[in-house]
């Protein structure tokens, strides 16, 4: 199984990105699928999860500003992040659970003050 993450970079404070992460498998044969980040000398921290019945999970601090989706049609899952902050800078990694978990490539978003 693998994990295709893209769409990180540079964006001022206020911009917009939106994070893809394209599956090898079907996106129904995950249990969850969703967005993790890790700061520098910070732990990695959920971001936003989408189970394989749609329930969405945000962490509180990107409540209302990012949302998570995914089309099945591509085996793709997207984190569209609206209203980005500079302590949204981080390395972005893509998430699935099948029998086990499954880690993208992390992809860098830099907010810039």
């Known amino acids: 199984v693998q994990l295709q993450a893209s769409g990180g970079g540079l964006v001022q404070t206020g911009g917009s990105l939106r994070l893809s992460c394209e599956a090898s498998?079907?996106?129904?044969?995950?249990?969850?699928m969703g967005w993790y980040r890790q700061a520098p000398g910070k732990q990695r921290e959920m971001v936003a999860t989408?189970?394989?019945?749609?329930?969405?999970n945000y962490v509180d601090s990107v409540k209302g500003r990012f949302t998570i989706s995914g089309d099945n049609a591509k085996n793709t899952i997207y984190l569209q992040m609206n209203s980005l902050e500079p302590e949204d800078t981080a390395v972005y990694y893509c998430?699935?659970?099948?029998?086990?978990?499954?880690w993208g490539q992390g992809t860098q978003v830099t907010v810039s003050s």
């Open positions: 498998r079907s996106l129904s044969r995950f249990n969850v």
């Open positions: 989408i189970s394989s019945g749609g329930r969405t």
């Open positions: 998430y699935g659970q099948l029998w086990t978990n499954y």
